[in-house]
């Protein structure tokens, strides 16, 4: 599972058959890039497991595949990575089986590890509040402060935030259309505070940022500037938003991502229904927000223990 295992050369039929269901999983479900280049990741790891030690993948027992995660195991690879090496694993003998590649699907028994759960960092709602007021009055930090104020508005990713084009902003109806993971549209409303703010931003500080040279002008569609006018990356955002934390003295582990979990976790401690933070975090299953039930219970049972007198 390591980028060296993965630069290995494997048998070419082995290569190809990966290959075939990589390009299925991308037409049948749509998966990311990442997902699916970390899927590849791990198919070609057990291919060069499986050949050092006189196997293939079309020839695995289920043995062979329990003694692959009891590798992986004794040389401490996290649950997390191993829970998805048995999907990947998984899912790769139902299509061998599915295309009559395979009769039998050798991991047909194999159980991922327990994971225990993990639950997101959360900002309080005042550290967020420090947060915010950071940015100052420049267009950069105009533009900074129009990022922040829609991540925590809308609970965005923070590829769907960077990502963000001008025709996906509609201020009059005070929404942004997103397109999700799996390619899945929705629309997502912007509270008053936010189009405050990008309001400001578009009148003061974007057509700064972009500048008025032809090499920005066929980048005009971008709502966040960064360099030459192209989108901002992932990583030059999180730089900014360590950057607010630094200087507004927030000492919480901090990342783009924790403004999302701050979003879903504050609307839920303020009554806000779980299928609806659902919706607007753009998960398909409702089991990945139920987690922001625990950080919820969790903090009110703090509050509780603080101010409730014979708690």
Request: include cysteine; charged fraction near 20%; hydrophobic fraction near 40%.
């Amino acid at each position: 599972m390591s980028n060296t295992t993965n630069k290995q050369p494997i048998d070419p039929g082995a290569e190809k058959r990966i290959d075939s269901y990589i390009d299925t999983l991308w037409l049948e479900r749509g998966l990311s890039k990442n997902t699916l280049e970390a899927y590849r990741r791990d198919l070609r790891a057990l291919a060069v497991y499986l050949t050092a030690h006189n196997s293939g993948l079309l020839t695995a027992s289920y043995a062979d595949l329990v003694d692959r995660l009891g590798a992986l195991a004794l040389a401490r690879v996290s649950p997390r990575s191993q829970a998805r090496l048995v999907s990947s694993i998984k899912g790769f003998y139902r299509y061998c089986v599915r295309e009559n590649l395979l009769v039998v699907d050798p991991s047909a028994q194999l159980s991922p590890p327990t994971l225990g759960r993990v639950l997101p960092k959360v900002l309080s709602e005042a550290q967020v509040e420090q947060l915010l007021a950071e940015p100052g009055t420049s267009p950069l930090e105009l533009r900074d402060k129009a990022m922040l104020e829609l991540m925590y508005a809308s609970g965005l990713r923070v590829s769907e935030l960077v990502n963000l084009s001008m025709p996906q902003l509609n201020l009059r109806q005070g929404a942004v259309r997103v397109m999700g993971k799996g390619s899945k549209e929705r629309v997502v409303p912007v509270g008053e505070e936010a189009l405050h703010y990008l309001q400001m931003y578009l009148s003061k500080g974007r057509q700064a940022l972009l500048g008025d040279s032809e090499a920005t002008a066929a980048q005009s569609d971008v709502l966040f500037p960064g360099r030459a006018g192209k989108a901002l990356s992932r990583q030059a955002f999180w730089y900014r938003v360590k950057f607010y934390a630094n200087r507004a003295g927030v000492q919480s582990a901090i990342s783009p991502h924790v403004l999302r979990h701050a979003f879903a976790t504050h609307l839920l401690n303020h009554g806000a229904n779980l299928r609806v933070v659902q919706l607007l975090l753009g998960h398909s299953d409702l089991s990945t927000t139920q987690i922001y039930t625990h950080v919820a219970s969790q903090r009110l049972q703090e509050l509780h223990a603080k101010h409730h007198p014979r708690s």
